[in-house]
């Protein structure tokens, strides 16, 4: 399905690549057959979008070549200072925290890192983050806020590690202390699901002035495949869960979690990812002009009132 | 529903699984037990001390001398945000839990006074959909704080969960921000917020408002951790060691500040709230 036409729109992809040297080279006759290889690319690729499922998204909020937090630091800041270590007991590789500029403006940024080769995901983790992840993320957050410097977190993760070392150094106190941190964080603070957002290790980056979420990133409390091997009996059944769950970006926007979905080229984000860079950062840009010129106090207020609002009951 | 119906309903309950008298094994030594003689000690094994969950009225009966109100908010209830369905739909599971534990959802907000000290408690009942938190739990946790806020009393959590409600979906992770910033905004007021952490305290719960009191306490022998100890194992693919996660555990680890057994619960928050408060 979903990948089947990955593999289709990835060697059309690289055909049109090398169509479009042919003609630089001057083989002008080629032009028709780009041409038409581009109308296929695009009517494959739109198609793919409308017609994806949950799972579908699933899989490609997960792709492989999809672009992580690094690539957004390299491809939309500007001489990104990563810090390191929560003071306490180690530093976690899992996230990612440091300053830059966006734009010429001073920011703090901070993101769950999967990594890209097995050698490199090993070291992350596979973007699961200890508790002194979480507590660097904290520490980068409160210098944040001493500097009046604004927050960028990016959400890509499958969850908070759950481990030994983990649960003994206290993963429930890191996530639920990140949380209210951010909710009363003096600066302001821009949230971008990029990939996975997986439960509670992903919100503990998400509490946020504005919350943006990539077109094909997904936002769960848990992972399809949890939910589907609690409730529906069988792992198997994780494509179901993934349409109950109302975990993509549109079911979001609707329910009102987050405040804006980033469009991504057609195919998904991984089959251009300069595009990718430069539609987010017009996000970022645009999210980042709405609130900076808010009076701090007011900021915190609105965003405490946003999460105190969210809920759906009867009162009668 | 007013108060008195709530009332009624407990009542009703109580007579339909406990009062009718049966015999309950104890889950650690085995031991058959009369159920209203385990209901008169405090749910508390005579033989070998072991802590049954207690349900959030029988938690409230435990602690306060003087009830002002069994929920401050009754009429808070649940909707099927999402229309879930899994194997069941959602709105049947909370008919039926409803129905099960005569509450709306798994949390109460009882008012009144341990010993002389006025407090809200914060209660929630395991039976109810493994104490999962919703968007019920989420508003009424808020309210309680607000009201704990407005009143300048102290504010007590007993937590009893197996974490968000899957079937309100990202609704329900939302309540670990909400809550928290609950907490976040008793601090700021100087409230006295203490958590007691009871069997089991997991996931969404766990990573929020529980793991935020100024003071957290655990009854003895009680699960509390973020991930599940079955998807631990998975993940790691070893076993995990005896008494991992429990209470014992987590207060020689320096994540809890102690343990205390239910029959000097009531003792240690009116002492807390002594040497804390006024
Ligand atoms: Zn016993």
């Not at chain 1, 306490?88 to 590789?93: A, E, M, Q, V």
């Not at chain 1, 997986?198 to 946020?208: I, K, N, P, T």
Request: charged share 30%.
């Amino acid at each position: 399905m979903s990948i089947d036409l990955d593999k289709e729109l990835q060697s059309l992809g690289d055909s049109i690549f090398l169509l479009r040297q042919e003609i630089k080279k001057g083989k002008k006759e080629l032009l028709p057959e780009l041409v038409a290889k581009r109308k296929k690319f695009k009517e494959l690729a739109k198609k793919k979008t409308q017609e994806l499922t949950a799972w579908e998204r699933v899989q490609l909020a997960r792709h492989p070549k999809r672009p992580h937090t690094i690539d957004y630091i390299q491809n939309i800041f500007t001489d990104f200072v990563e810090l390191h270590g929560d003071r306490k007991f180690g530093d976690d590789p899992a996230i990612i925290a440091g300053f830059a500029f966006f734009e010429g403006i001073p920011v703090a940024v901070i993101g769950h890192e999967k990594g890209k080769d097995t050698k490199e995901k090993i070291k992350r983790n596979f973007g699961m983050p200890h508790p002194e992840g979480y507590r660097k993320a904290i520490r980068i957050m409160k210098l944040a806020e001493k500097f009046k410097r604004p927050v960028f977190t990016f959400i890509d993760t499958p969850g908070a590690y759950p481990g030994i070392g983990a649960e003994e150094r206290g993963q429930s106190q890191a996530i639920a202390e990140s949380i209210m941190t951010m909710g009363s964080l003096k600066t302001p603070i821009i949230a971008t699901v990029i990939g996975e957002g997986g439960s509670g290790g992903a919100l503990a980056l998400g509490v946020a002035d504005r919350i943006l979420m990539l077109e094909n990133s997904i936002y769960s409390v848990i992972s399809p495949e949890g939910c589907a091997a609690i409730l529906f009996k069988s792992q198997e059944k994780a494509p179901e869960a993934a349409e109950s769950l109302k975990i993509t970006a549109e079911h979001l926007k609707e329910l009102g979690v987050i405040d804006c979905i980033v469009p991504e080229p057609l195919g998904g984000a991984h089959l251009q990812p300069k595009k990718t860079y430069r539609l987010v950062k017009r996000a970022l840009r645009k999210a980042l002009r709405e609130i900076i010129n808010t009076p701090i106090e007011e900021l915190v207020e609105k965003r405490q009132a946003k999460f105190y609002s969210m809920g759906r009951f009867t009162e009668v | 529903m007013g108060l008195k119906d709530l009332i009624g309903k407990f009542k009703g309950q109580k007579k339909l699984n406990i009062e009718k008298g049966e015999w309950i094994k104890c889950e650690k030594c085995k031991t058959l037990l009369y159920s209203e003689d385990l209901k008169k000690n405090l749910k508390i094994c005579p033989h070998c001390g072991y802590n049954f969950r207690m349900t959030a009225k029988e938690r409230v009966d435990s602690l306060l001398d003087e009830v002002f109100s069994y929920d401050l908010f009754p009429k808070i209830a649940p909707v099927d945000v999402i229309n879930f369905k899994d194997t069941k739909k959602y709105k049947d599971r909370l008919k039926q839990a409803q129905e099960k534990t005569g509450l709306k959802d798994a949390m109460i907000i009882a008012n009144g006074k341990i010993y002389d000290r006025e407090v809200v408690l914060a209660v929630m009942d395991f039976r109810f959909m493994g104490g999962s938190m919703g968007s019920v739990v989420g508003a009424k946790f808020v309210r309680g704080a607000e009201f704990a806020i407005e009143k300048n009393i102290p504010f007590i959590a007993i937590t009893a969960s197996g974490g968000a409600r899957m079937q309100e979906s990202i609704i329900s992770l939302m309540q670990m921000a909400k809550t928290s910033i609950a907490v976040d905004r008793m601090n700021k007021a100087g409230i006295l917020y203490i958590s007691v952490l009871t069997d089991p305290t997991m996931g969404g719960v766990s990573a929020s408002f529980a793991f935020l009191g100024d003071i957290i306490i655990a009854e003895p022998e009680s699960l509390i951790g973020f991930a599940g100890p079955r998807v631990i194992e998975q993940t790691i693919k070893q076993q995990l060691p005896e008494g991992f996660q429990r209470s014992e555990f987590l207060l020689e680890k320096g994540q809890i500040d102690m343990v205390v057994d239910r029959k000097h619960l009531k003792r240690t928050l009116y002492t807390l709230i002594k040497q804390t408060q006024g």
